[in-house]
């Protein structure tokens, strides 16, 4: 399997909802990414968990909340987010390290209403 | 810091070649670079790691310049499949998996 998934493809929230981006590898990576990239922009990182634990957070605010249950899952829970969250939100998975790539999820498209 | 790509688009016809350059203020430690379809997941083409080596993947290939802090991307003979935005991506060495991507060169290769 040399796959990232992410569930759903496509969600549609209002500003009070609550929801979790879903993302899972089977490829024994060890670190996993979140970036949300708008359009016609390059993605932006966001959180970076490296063994199961939070290594970078760049300054997101709390209205995103990363979880990775095990080295295989990583969730973004979503609360409260304003119409400037909708955006492309994208997985990526990789060996540690800054000596290997990074394999990409297909993304799930947030639109915040 | 975001690195800097040039240029910001470019347009071909099937078979011609097209360079792609990546720069930084900053000290790298790799470079990566992706190319991303439109409404698809960015796709990892190749890594260079400081040493100023030049890695292929069939007809794409790039290089790195350490000194001048610089990567370039060679696409050769290029195929419709080509179109796409392409990513470099830089990591600092001590900016342990924050990689940084520039902000994308879209190609268009025409029949």
């Known amino acids: 399997d040399t796959e990232v998934t992410q569930t759903p493809k496509h969600l549609v929230m209002g500003m009070t909802n609550k929801k979790s981006l879903k993302c899972e590898q089977h490829?024994?990576?060890?670190?996993m990414y979140w970036y949300k990239q708008k359009a016609k922009k390059p993605p932006e990182l966001m959180f970076v968990?490296?063994?199961?634990?939070?290594?970078i957070n760049e300054s997101v605010p709390s209205r995103f909340s990363p979880e990775c249950p095990n080295s295989s899952l990583l969730n973004l829970h979503l609360h409260a987010l304003q119409p400037e969250d909708s955006a492309l939100y994208l997985c990526?998975?990789?060996?540690?390290?800054?000596?290997?790539?990074?394999?990409f999820g297909s993304g799930t498209r947030l639109t915040v209403v | 810091q975001q690195p800097v790509q040039s240029p910001q688009a470019v347009i071909l016809r099937e078979g011609e070649d097209a360079v792609i350059n990546c720069s930084s203020s900053?000290?790298?430690?790799?470079v990566h670079w992706y190319r991303q379809k439109h409404g698809e997941a960015p796709v990892f083409l190749m890594i260079?790691?400081?040493?100023?080596e030049q890695k292929g993947h069939e007809k794409i290939s790039a290089s790195f310049n350490e000194k001048k802090q610089q990567s370039s991307l060679y696409l050769t003979a290029s195929q419709l499949s080509y179109s796409g935005t392409y990513f470099c991506?830089?990591?600092?060495?001590?900016?342990?998996?924050?990689?940084?991507f520039g902000q994308g060169t879209i190609l268009t290769v025409h029949p």
């Open positions: 990526a998975s990789s060996h540690p390290g800054t000596g290997n790539g990074y394999t």
């Open positions: 490829m024994g990576h060890r670190a």
């Open positions: 968990y490296s063994y199961e634990k939070l290594s």
């Open positions: 900053k000290a790298l430690y790799s």
């Open positions: 260079l790691l400081k040493g100023g």
């Open positions: 991506g830089l990591t600092g060495g001590t900016s342990y998996g924050k990689l940084t």
